[in-house]
């Protein structure tokens, strides 16, 4: 199924928990949104679905920012090498990407070519300063 003509599709796809969190946001800072079930498989109980969601286009940013802040997305692009005392470990790391002893990641865990952070960054729910609901 389609959204709204000319509504912006958030590209993800999200389990019954995570589109109850996102809508509840969104309703509480009355962002226009519309929301479709949508198969994704059949089981031995019937079928089961996730959800797409639709943003009204006058309201991405404050969409791309609310979807940054409940789901705890980073953007990947901005990721540096750490310097300091390991947070898992507490070996010294010197611009790396990774501990030296326990190999605990510095970066960050979401690709930052994956559409739905993509998306986060192109409607501006990454950018400094940005306005947080």
Sequence with gaps: MQGPPDWLEIPALFGDHQNARIRGAFDAYGVKYWTDAVPTGLDQLGGTHAHVLYVHPDEDRLAATILRMVLELEDATADEPFTGECPACGAEAVEA?????????????????????RFVREHGGFEEGRWDP
Excluded: K, N, T, V
């Design 97 to 117: 990407w990774a501990c030296p002893d326990c190999e605990l990641s510095f970066r960050s865990r979401h690709d930052p070519d994956s559409p739905l952070i």
